[in-house]
Antibody, heavy 123, light 107 residues
Framework: QVQLQESGPGLVKPSETLSLTCTVS????????WTWIRQTPGKGLEWIGY???????DYNPSLKSRVTISLDTSRNQFSLKLSSVTAADTAVYYC?????????????????WGQGTLVTVSS | DIQMTQSPSSVSASVGDRVTITCRASQGINSWLAWYQQKPGKAPKLLIYAATSLRSGVPSRFSGSGSGTDFTLTISSLQPEDFATYYC?????????FGPGTKVDIK
């Protein structure tokens, strides 16, 4: 069965770029759509964006100007970069597989999820 | 964005109780709704998709209903492992959005 594992720095300074990687095991990343979601006590679960191995990608309009998601098929990994971070970006970040599809019109449900990684933005 | 609301925000129940959680969308989403269960320190897990379809491996005491703007998640007989927070998510419009969650705890 497919498993996902997030990795990356747990502490990022304000104005810098947050970078996380999700490693997929038990299946090929060259199938399905892949996504990032974050969770904060204040805003709850917030969808960040998706990518497909074909190159199709889109992001939550609320974050679009700062987000990049990319795939590395040779390593079976996908990555998240969020630039110009502030304390408001402190959250648990999850990677997940999209069950069906994503497009710029809609995105279906997510299963499975990685265990999540806490990223704190602080100087 | 479509706004998702849930009620109640928390519910106290006993083992064996029937528990119903409601999710409402700010506009119609047909049956494009999923339910997730999250336990403390863990990632959400998909329980139900397309409003009524049970994910493989999820116990049959979980069921979902509804379409349009109003949806429910029902746990027919609450078990100790069901104490958790439950979230709904709409998949009808971009971007996908989640409800604020309903915490089910022990009475």
């Amino acid at each position: 069965q497919v498993q996902l594992q997030e990795s990356g720095p747990g502490l990022v300074k304000p104005s810098e770029t947050l970078s996380l990687t999700c490693t997929v095991s038990g299946g090929s990343i060259s199938s399905y759509y892949w996504t990032w979601i974050r969770q904060t006590p204040g805003k709850g679960l917030e969808w960040i964006g998706y990518m497909h191995y074909s190159g199709s990608t889109d992001y939550n309009p609320s974050l679009k100007s700062r987000v990049t998601i990319s795939l590395d098929t040779s390593r079976n990994q996908f990555s998240l970069k969020l630039s110009s971070v502030t304390a408001a970006d402190t959250a648990v970040y999850y990677c997940a597989r999209v069950v069906s599809y994503c497009s710029s019109s809609a995105c279906s449900w997510f299963d499975p999820w990685g265990q999540g990684t806490l990223v704190t933005v602080s100087s | 964005d479509i706004q998702m609301t849930q009620s109640p925000s928390s519910v106290s129940a006993s083992v064996g109780d029937r528990v119903t959680i409601t999710c409402r969308a700010s506009q119609g989403i047909n049956s494009w709704l999923a339910w997730y269960q999250q336990k403390p320190g863990k990632a959400p897990k998909l329980l139900i998709y397309a409003a009524t379809s049970l994910r493989s491996g999820v116990p049959s005491r979980f069921s979902g209903s509804g379409s349009g703007t109003d949806f429910t998640l029902t746990i027919s007989s609450l078990q100790p492992e069901d104490f958790a927070t439950y979230y709904c998510q709409q998949a009808n419009s971009f971007p996908p959005t989640f409800g604020p969650g309903t915490k089910v705890d022990i009475k």
